[in-house]
Protein backbone atom coordinates (compact mmCIF):
# COMPACT_ATOMS: atom_id res chain seq x y z
CA UNK A 1 0.00 0.00 0.00
CA UNK A 2 1.32 3.27 -0.85
CA UNK A 3 0.77 5.48 2.05
CA UNK A 4 1.53 8.65 0.20
CA UNK A 5 -0.32 7.77 -3.14
CA UNK A 6 -2.14 10.94 -4.23
CA UNK A 7 -5.72 9.28 -5.10
CA UNK A 8 -5.91 8.35 -1.37
CA UNK A 9 -5.83 10.23 1.92
CA UNK A 10 -2.24 11.38 3.39
CA UNK A 11 -1.79 10.20 7.39
CA UNK A 12 -3.93 12.35 9.22
CA UNK A 13 -5.86 13.45 5.97
CA UNK A 14 -9.23 11.89 6.71
CA UNK A 15 -12.34 13.16 8.07
CA UNK A 16 -15.04 15.34 6.33
CA UNK A 17 -15.09 17.49 3.80
CA UNK A 18 -13.60 21.00 3.50
CA UNK A 19 -15.79 23.50 5.53
CA UNK A 20 -19.08 25.30 4.09
CA UNK A 21 -17.75 27.80 1.20
CA UNK A 22 -14.82 25.72 0.11
CA UNK A 23 -16.75 25.29 -3.24
CA UNK A 24 -18.10 27.42 -5.38
CA UNK A 25 -21.32 27.08 -7.25
CA UNK A 26 -20.45 25.35 -10.64
CA UNK A 27 -19.41 28.43 -13.42
CA UNK A 28 -18.58 29.46 -16.96
CA UNK A 29 -15.45 27.68 -18.39
CA UNK A 30 -14.54 31.02 -20.00
CA UNK A 31 -14.70 32.66 -16.13
CA UNK A 32 -13.44 29.65 -14.85
CA UNK A 33 -10.20 30.29 -17.34
CA UNK A 34 -10.69 33.77 -16.16
CA UNK A 35 -10.39 33.56 -12.35
CA UNK A 36 -7.86 31.18 -13.04
CA UNK A 37 -5.56 33.73 -14.97
CA UNK A 38 -6.40 36.42 -12.37
CA UNK A 39 -5.53 34.45 -9.19
CA UNK A 40 -1.91 33.65 -11.52
CA UNK A 41 -1.51 37.05 -12.30
CA UNK A 42 -0.88 37.92 -8.33
CA UNK A 43 1.13 34.93 -8.44
CA UNK A 44 3.40 36.77 -11.19
CA UNK A 45 3.49 39.71 -9.16
CA UNK A 46 4.81 37.74 -6.13
CA UNK A 47 7.41 35.80 -8.49
CA UNK A 48 8.77 39.17 -10.08
CA UNK A 49 8.83 41.13 -6.58
CA UNK A 50 10.79 38.18 -4.44
CA UNK A 51 13.25 37.03 -7.71
CA UNK A 52 14.42 40.30 -9.67
CA UNK A 53 15.38 41.24 -6.14
CA UNK A 54 18.29 38.61 -6.97
CA UNK A 55 19.03 39.64 -10.44
CA UNK A 56 19.18 43.13 -9.41
CA UNK A 57 21.45 42.80 -6.01
CA UNK A 58 24.23 44.38 -6.96
CA UNK A 59 22.38 47.33 -8.02
CA UNK A 60 20.56 47.81 -4.72
CA UNK A 61 23.62 47.16 -2.64
CA UNK A 62 25.47 49.83 -5.10
CA UNK A 63 22.84 52.77 -3.90
CA UNK A 64 22.26 51.85 -0.76
CA UNK A 65 25.64 50.35 0.60
CA UNK A 66 27.88 52.68 -1.61
CA UNK A 67 30.72 52.88 0.70
CA UNK A 68 30.88 49.14 1.61
CA UNK A 69 30.46 48.29 -1.59
CA UNK A 70 34.05 50.47 -2.57
CA UNK A 71 35.85 49.05 0.33
CA UNK A 72 34.43 45.67 0.52
CA UNK A 73 32.38 44.27 -2.60
CA UNK A 74 32.40 40.91 -1.41
CA UNK A 75 30.95 41.79 2.34
CA UNK A 76 28.75 44.63 0.32
CA UNK A 77 27.15 42.08 -1.53
CA UNK A 78 26.48 39.58 1.50
CA UNK A 79 24.76 42.40 3.11
CA UNK A 80 22.50 43.34 0.74
CA UNK A 81 21.15 39.59 0.64
CA UNK A 82 19.55 40.37 4.26
CA UNK A 83 17.20 42.02 1.89
CA UNK A 84 16.80 38.76 0.30
CA UNK A 85 16.79 37.73 3.87
CA UNK A 86 14.23 39.65 4.81
CA UNK A 87 11.43 39.27 2.45
CA UNK A 88 11.98 35.68 3.31
CA UNK A 89 11.18 35.80 6.63
CA UNK A 90 8.41 37.75 6.45
CA UNK A 91 6.92 34.91 4.49
CA UNK A 92 7.82 32.61 6.91
CA UNK A 93 5.76 34.71 9.56
CA UNK A 94 2.87 35.80 7.56
CA UNK A 95 1.94 32.47 5.97
CA UNK A 96 0.85 31.32 9.42
CA UNK A 97 0.07 34.39 11.17
CA UNK A 98 -2.68 35.75 8.23
CA UNK A 99 -4.21 31.61 7.73
CA UNK A 100 -5.15 32.09 11.34
CA UNK A 101 -6.42 35.42 11.56
CA UNK A 102 -8.53 34.97 8.32
CA UNK A 103 -9.98 31.69 9.43
CA UNK A 104 -13.50 33.46 9.69
CA UNK A 105 -13.17 35.24 6.38
CA UNK A 106 -14.59 33.87 2.59
CA UNK A 107 -11.48 32.86 1.06
CA UNK A 108 -12.29 35.61 -2.03
CA UNK A 109 -12.28 38.35 0.28
CA UNK A 110 -9.32 37.02 1.99
CA UNK A 111 -7.39 36.98 -1.26
CA UNK A 112 -7.83 40.29 -2.83
CA UNK A 113 -6.76 41.70 1.15
CA UNK A 114 -3.64 40.00 0.56
CA UNK A 115 -3.13 41.36 -3.39
CA UNK A 116 -3.92 45.03 -1.18
CA UNK A 117 -1.10 43.85 0.87
CA UNK A 118 0.85 42.73 -1.33
CA UNK A 119 1.01 46.31 -3.66
CA UNK A 120 1.26 48.06 -0.22
CA UNK A 121 4.37 46.22 0.43
CA UNK A 122 5.77 46.62 -2.44
CA UNK A 123 5.43 50.04 -3.24
CA UNK A 124 7.40 50.63 -0.36
CA UNK A 125 10.20 48.76 -1.17
CA UNK A 126 10.66 50.86 -3.85
CA UNK A 127 10.39 54.35 -2.10
CA UNK A 128 12.25 53.84 1.01
CA UNK A 129 15.33 56.10 1.07
CA UNK A 130 17.81 53.76 3.12
CA UNK A 131 18.94 50.32 3.36
CA UNK A 132 17.67 49.60 6.79
CA UNK A 133 14.39 50.74 5.90
CA UNK A 134 13.90 48.95 2.50
CA UNK A 135 14.79 46.04 4.14
CA UNK A 136 12.11 46.51 6.75
CA UNK A 137 9.78 47.37 3.74
CA UNK A 138 10.60 44.11 2.06
CA UNK A 139 9.69 41.80 5.21
CA UNK A 140 6.33 43.80 5.16
CA UNK A 141 6.21 43.19 1.63
CA UNK A 142 6.90 39.40 2.20
CA UNK A 143 3.88 38.76 4.83
CA UNK A 144 1.42 38.37 2.29
CA UNK A 145 3.00 35.93 0.12
CA UNK A 146 2.63 32.88 1.74
CA UNK A 147 -0.92 33.26 2.43
CA UNK A 148 -1.99 34.45 -1.12
CA UNK A 149 -0.39 31.38 -2.77
CA UNK A 150 -2.36 29.46 -0.15
CA UNK A 151 -5.36 30.39 -0.69
CA UNK A 152 -5.28 30.87 -4.14
CA UNK A 153 -4.18 27.43 -4.48
CA UNK A 154 -7.43 25.79 -2.81
CA UNK A 155 -9.13 28.64 -4.90
CA UNK A 156 -7.78 27.11 -7.93
CA UNK A 157 -8.44 23.44 -7.03
CA UNK A 158 -11.98 24.25 -6.51
CA UNK A 159 -12.34 25.74 -9.51
CA UNK A 160 -10.58 22.62 -11.44
CA UNK A 161 -13.33 20.41 -9.21
CA UNK A 162 -11.80 17.03 -7.51
CA UNK A 163 -9.54 14.80 -8.81
CA UNK A 164 -6.87 18.13 -9.80
CA UNK A 165 -5.53 19.32 -6.81
CA UNK A 166 -1.72 19.28 -8.10
CA UNK A 167 -2.84 20.55 -11.42
CA UNK A 168 -4.95 23.32 -9.23
CA UNK A 169 -1.75 23.73 -7.38
CA UNK A 170 0.42 24.09 -10.03
CA UNK A 171 -1.98 26.65 -12.29
CA UNK A 172 -1.92 28.54 -9.00
CA UNK A 173 1.95 28.63 -8.52
CA UNK A 174 2.27 28.97 -12.79
CA UNK A 175 2.19 33.18 -12.70
CA UNK A 176 5.35 32.76 -10.49
CA UNK A 177 7.05 30.17 -12.72
CA UNK A 178 5.94 32.75 -15.82
CA UNK A 179 7.43 35.25 -14.06
CA UNK A 180 10.72 33.87 -13.60
CA UNK A 181 10.36 33.25 -17.15
CA UNK A 182 9.40 36.44 -18.46
CA UNK A 183 9.11 38.74 -16.19
CA UNK A 184 12.11 38.77 -14.33
CA UNK A 185 14.54 38.99 -16.93
CA UNK A 186 12.86 41.78 -18.45
CA UNK A 187 12.58 43.54 -14.75
CA UNK A 188 15.85 43.14 -14.24
CA UNK A 189 17.03 44.42 -17.70
CA UNK A 190 14.68 47.47 -17.13
CA UNK A 191 16.06 47.99 -13.39
CA UNK A 192 19.84 47.72 -15.06
CA UNK A 193 18.65 50.91 -17.14
CA UNK A 194 15.68 52.83 -14.94
CA UNK A 195 16.87 51.77 -11.81
CA UNK A 196 15.64 48.98 -9.24
CA UNK A 197 13.48 51.48 -7.55
CA UNK A 198 11.42 51.56 -10.96
CA UNK A 199 10.98 48.10 -11.09
CA UNK A 200 9.29 47.37 -7.82
CA UNK A 201 6.89 50.52 -8.73
CA UNK A 202 5.90 48.30 -12.10
CA UNK A 203 5.26 45.62 -9.79
CA UNK A 204 3.17 47.67 -7.52
CA UNK A 205 1.00 48.37 -10.87
CA UNK A 206 0.94 44.44 -11.21
CA UNK A 207 -0.49 43.64 -8.04
CA UNK A 208 -2.97 46.44 -8.35
CA UNK A 209 -4.21 45.23 -11.72
CA UNK A 210 -4.51 41.99 -9.91
CA UNK A 211 -7.43 43.13 -7.19
CA UNK A 212 -9.39 44.84 -10.40
CA UNK A 213 -9.04 41.06 -11.89
CA UNK A 214 -9.82 39.72 -8.82
CA UNK A 215 -13.28 41.44 -7.90
CA UNK A 216 -13.67 40.67 -11.62
CA UNK A 217 -13.92 37.28 -12.37
CA UNK A 218 -13.32 35.21 -9.08
CA UNK A 219 -16.81 33.78 -8.25
CA UNK A 220 -18.00 34.85 -4.41
CA UNK A 221 -17.14 31.96 -1.62
CA UNK A 222 -19.20 32.10 1.76
CA UNK A 223 -17.34 32.38 4.91
CA UNK A 224 -17.11 29.13 6.29
CA UNK A 225 -19.46 28.47 9.56
CA UNK A 226 -17.96 27.03 12.49
CA UNK A 227 -14.71 27.40 12.11
CA UNK A 228 -12.34 28.87 14.88
CA UNK A 229 -8.59 29.74 15.80
CA UNK A 230 -8.29 26.54 18.01
CA UNK A 231 -9.70 24.38 14.88
CA UNK A 232 -6.82 26.04 12.62
CA UNK A 233 -3.77 25.51 15.35
CA UNK A 234 -5.20 21.77 15.97
CA UNK A 235 -3.28 20.74 12.24
CA UNK A 236 -0.10 22.10 14.18
CA UNK A 237 0.15 19.14 16.33
CA UNK A 238 0.73 16.82 13.77
CA UNK A 239 4.72 15.57 13.96
CA UNK A 240 4.65 14.87 10.26
CA UNK A 241 3.62 18.43 9.28
CA UNK A 242 6.78 19.57 10.97
CA UNK A 243 8.50 16.75 9.03
CA UNK A 244 7.37 17.86 5.86
CA UNK A 245 8.44 20.94 6.55
CA UNK A 246 11.47 20.76 7.72
CA UNK A 247 12.28 18.69 4.35
CA UNK A 248 11.34 21.77 2.39
CA UNK A 249 13.19 24.51 4.54
CA UNK A 250 16.77 22.42 4.35
CA UNK A 251 15.95 20.74 0.74
CA UNK A 252 15.20 23.24 -1.32
CA UNK A 253 17.74 25.67 0.61
CA UNK A 254 19.96 24.79 -1.95
CA UNK A 255 18.68 25.85 -4.98
CA UNK A 256 18.33 29.78 -2.87
CA UNK A 257 22.06 29.43 -1.82
CA UNK A 258 23.19 30.06 -5.46
CA UNK A 259 19.93 31.85 -6.75
CA UNK A 260 20.44 34.59 -4.42
CA UNK A 261 23.74 35.13 -5.83
CA UNK A 262 23.05 33.92 -9.48
CA UNK A 263 24.26 37.92 -11.05
CA UNK A 264 27.72 37.80 -9.51
CA UNK A 265 28.10 34.20 -10.04
CA UNK A 266 27.25 34.84 -13.69
CA UNK A 267 29.86 37.41 -13.94
CA UNK A 268 32.73 36.43 -11.68
CA UNK A 269 32.39 32.74 -11.97
CA UNK A 270 31.51 32.34 -15.56
CA UNK A 271 32.76 35.49 -16.67
CA UNK A 272 29.93 36.87 -18.77
CA UNK A 273 29.01 40.52 -19.12
CA UNK A 274 26.45 41.37 -16.33
CA UNK A 275 23.65 41.94 -19.58
CA UNK A 276 24.08 37.65 -19.44
CA UNK A 277 22.41 37.52 -16.25
CA UNK A 278 18.58 38.11 -17.77
CA UNK A 279 19.15 35.63 -20.29
CA UNK A 280 20.40 33.21 -17.12
CA UNK A 281 17.57 34.32 -15.72
CA UNK A 282 14.94 33.27 -18.34
CA UNK A 283 16.50 30.02 -18.56
CA UNK A 284 15.72 29.68 -14.97
CA UNK A 285 12.74 30.78 -15.16
CA UNK A 286 11.69 28.34 -18.78
CA UNK A 287 12.88 25.24 -16.45
CA UNK A 288 10.61 27.08 -13.50
CA UNK A 289 7.73 26.86 -15.62
CA UNK A 290 8.18 23.61 -17.25
CA UNK A 291 8.65 21.88 -14.01
CA UNK A 292 5.94 23.32 -12.36
CA UNK A 293 3.40 21.77 -14.92
CA UNK A 294 5.39 18.26 -14.83
CA UNK A 295 5.01 18.70 -11.24
CA UNK A 296 1.69 18.90 -10.89
CA UNK A 297 0.78 16.49 -13.62
CA UNK A 298 2.62 13.99 -11.50
CA UNK A 299 1.53 14.65 -8.43
CA UNK A 300 -1.70 13.71 -8.93
CA UNK A 301 -0.40 10.54 -10.16
CA UNK A 302 1.81 9.78 -7.69
CA UNK A 303 2.81 12.08 -4.85
CA UNK A 304 5.25 9.07 -4.03
CA UNK A 305 6.71 9.00 -7.29
CA UNK A 306 7.32 12.45 -7.76
CA UNK A 307 9.04 12.92 -4.29
CA UNK A 308 11.68 10.10 -5.04
CA UNK A 309 12.11 10.27 -8.66
CA UNK A 310 12.62 14.15 -8.91
CA UNK A 311 14.77 14.66 -5.62
CA UNK A 312 18.05 12.98 -6.64
CA UNK A 313 17.46 14.65 -10.29
CA UNK A 314 17.46 18.01 -8.41
CA UNK A 315 20.70 16.99 -6.40
CA UNK A 316 22.44 15.87 -9.70
CA UNK A 317 21.62 19.52 -11.42
CA UNK A 318 23.27 21.24 -8.77
CA UNK A 319 26.10 19.16 -9.08
CA UNK A 320 26.56 19.44 -12.42
CA UNK A 321 26.01 23.32 -11.88
CA UNK A 322 28.76 23.24 -10.13
CA UNK A 323 30.92 21.13 -12.81
CA UNK A 324 30.13 23.53 -15.76
CA UNK A 325 29.80 26.74 -13.75
CA UNK A 326 33.14 27.78 -15.37
CA UNK A 327 32.70 26.30 -18.58
CA UNK A 328 30.47 28.47 -20.45
CA UNK A 329 27.65 31.03 -20.31
CA UNK A 330 25.69 28.44 -22.25
CA UNK A 331 26.83 25.77 -20.27
CA UNK A 332 25.88 27.18 -16.87
CA UNK A 333 22.55 28.67 -18.21
CA UNK A 334 21.38 24.85 -19.33
CA UNK A 335 22.37 23.40 -15.39
CA UNK A 336 20.46 26.22 -14.16
CA UNK A 337 17.87 25.71 -15.85
CA UNK A 338 17.96 21.71 -14.63
CA UNK A 339 18.22 23.17 -11.15
CA UNK A 340 15.35 25.09 -11.54
CA UNK A 341 12.86 22.61 -13.47
CA UNK A 342 13.64 19.95 -11.24
CA UNK A 343 13.04 22.15 -7.98
CA UNK A 344 9.73 23.19 -9.50
CA UNK A 345 8.83 19.97 -10.27
CA UNK A 346 8.50 19.17 -6.24
CA UNK A 347 6.47 22.45 -5.24
CA UNK A 348 3.06 20.44 -5.78
CA UNK A 349 4.00 17.61 -4.80
CA UNK A 350 5.16 19.28 -1.13
CA UNK A 351 2.37 21.71 -1.23
CA UNK A 352 -0.23 18.78 -1.56
CA UNK A 353 1.42 16.57 0.88
CA UNK A 354 1.10 19.93 3.95
CA UNK A 355 -2.09 20.21 2.50
CA UNK A 356 -3.44 16.66 3.33
CA UNK A 357 -1.82 16.71 6.46
CA UNK A 358 -3.19 19.84 7.52
CA UNK A 359 -6.46 18.28 6.32
CA UNK A 360 -9.53 20.42 7.51
CA UNK A 361 -6.80 23.56 8.22
CA UNK A 362 -6.49 23.91 4.56
CA UNK A 363 -5.25 27.58 4.31
CA UNK A 364 -2.83 26.74 6.86
CA UNK A 365 -1.46 23.78 5.55
CA UNK A 366 -1.10 26.01 2.24
CA UNK A 367 0.29 28.54 3.27
CA UNK A 368 2.97 26.84 5.34
CA UNK A 369 4.31 25.53 2.14
CA UNK A 370 5.23 29.10 1.54
CA UNK A 371 6.41 29.29 4.77
CA UNK A 372 8.85 26.67 4.61
CA UNK A 373 10.10 27.62 1.00
CA UNK A 374 11.08 30.74 2.35
CA UNK A 375 12.78 29.23 5.29
CA UNK A 376 14.60 27.59 2.38
CA UNK A 377 15.05 31.27 0.78
CA UNK A 378 16.55 32.42 3.73
CA UNK A 379 18.65 29.89 4.76
CA UNK A 380 19.91 29.45 1.52
CA UNK A 381 20.73 33.47 1.31
CA UNK A 382 22.32 33.59 4.63
CA UNK A 383 24.14 30.03 3.94
CA UNK A 384 25.70 31.70 0.77
CA UNK A 385 26.47 34.99 1.71
CA UNK A 386 28.34 33.93 4.65
CA UNK A 387 30.48 31.60 2.56
CA UNK A 388 30.97 34.74 0.09
CA UNK A 389 31.69 36.81 2.80
CA UNK A 390 34.55 34.88 4.30
CA UNK A 391 36.50 34.76 1.07
CA UNK A 392 35.79 31.11 -0.02
CA UNK A 393 34.64 32.83 -3.49
CA UNK A 394 31.30 32.80 -5.56
CA UNK A 395 31.34 28.68 -6.42
CA UNK A 396 30.82 27.86 -2.48
CA UNK A 397 27.38 29.01 -2.61
CA UNK A 398 27.21 25.55 -5.19
CA UNK A 399 28.58 23.47 -2.69
CA UNK A 400 26.76 24.19 -0.11
CA UNK A 401 23.59 24.15 -2.09
CA UNK A 402 24.38 20.22 -3.08
CA UNK A 403 25.10 19.30 0.88
CA UNK A 404 21.05 20.81 1.88
CA UNK A 405 19.51 19.28 -1.12
CA UNK A 406 21.26 15.77 0.17
CA UNK A 407 20.46 16.03 3.34
CA UNK A 408 16.69 17.22 2.64
CA UNK A 409 16.82 14.06 0.40
CA UNK A 410 18.03 11.52 3.52
CA UNK A 411 14.90 13.16 5.41
CA UNK A 412 12.16 12.64 2.97
CA UNK A 413 13.83 9.18 2.88
CA UNK A 414 13.69 8.27 6.38
CA UNK A 415 10.17 9.83 6.05
CA UNK A 416 8.93 7.68 3.53
CA UNK A 417 10.27 4.33 5.58
CA UNK A 418 9.00 5.22 8.92
CA UNK A 419 5.45 5.89 7.01
CA UNK A 420 5.88 2.28 5.52
CA UNK A 421 7.08 0.39 8.98
CA UNK A 422 4.10 2.72 10.64
CA UNK A 423 1.28 1.10 7.92
CA UNK A 424 2.47 -2.27 8.21
CA UNK A 425 2.32 -2.52 12.25
CA UNK A 426 -0.85 -0.95 11.47
CA UNK A 427 -2.01 -4.09 9.38
CA UNK A 428 -0.62 -6.71 11.50
CA UNK A 429 -2.28 -4.60 14.55
CA UNK A 430 -5.39 -4.84 13.17
CA UNK A 431 -4.98 -8.27 11.50
CA UNK A 432 -4.37 -9.60 14.85
CA UNK A 433 -7.37 -7.68 16.68
CA UNK A 434 -9.89 -6.89 13.99
CA UNK A 435 -12.94 -4.30 15.25
CA UNK A 436 -15.32 -5.41 17.26
CA UNK A 437 -18.28 -3.39 14.98
CA UNK A 438 -20.00 -5.57 12.37
CA UNK A 439 -19.71 -2.76 9.95
CA UNK A 440 -17.17 -1.58 7.57
CA UNK A 441 -13.55 -1.65 8.55
CA UNK A 442 -12.37 2.22 8.77
CA UNK A 443 -9.33 2.83 6.49
CA UNK A 444 -6.41 3.50 8.62
CA UNK A 445 -3.62 5.31 7.17
CA UNK A 446 0.21 5.72 8.95
CA UNK A 447 1.61 8.87 10.36
CA UNK A 448 4.66 10.01 12.02
Same mark, same amino acid.
Request: no cysteine; glycine share 12%.
Given at each position: ?????????????????????????????????????????????????????????????????????????????????????????????????????????????????????????????????????????????????????????????????????????????????????????????????????????????????????????????????????????????????????????????????????????????????? !?? $??? %???? &??? #?? *? +??? /???? @???????????????????????????????????????????????????????????????????????????????????????????????????????? !?? $??? %???? &??? #?? *? +??? /???? @??????????????????????????
Amino acid at each position: MNTLDSTRPLPDAAGPAPADGARPAPIAPARRRLALLALALGGFGIGASEFVSMGLLPDIAGTLLGEQMVADREGGIATAGHAITAYALGVVVGAPVLALLSVRWSRTTMIVALAAALAVGTALSGLMPTFELTVAARFLAGVPHGAYFGVASLLAASLMGPGNQGKGIALALSGLTVANLAGVPLLTALGQVAGWRAVYLVITVIFVLTIVALLLTVPRQAAPKGRRMIDELAALRRLQLWIVMGIAAIGFAGAFAVFSYIADITTHVTGAPA !SA $VPW %VLVA &AGL #GM *T +LGN /LAGG @ALTDRSLTGTLLGAFPVYIASLVLFLLVSEVSLVAMSLAFFLVNATNSMLGPAMQTWLIRIAHRSEVLGASLNHAAFNVANAIGAALGGAVIAAGLGYRAPMVV !SI $VLA %VVGF &AMV #GA *T +LLA /LRVR @ARRTRALLAANPPATTGSIPVVTAGV
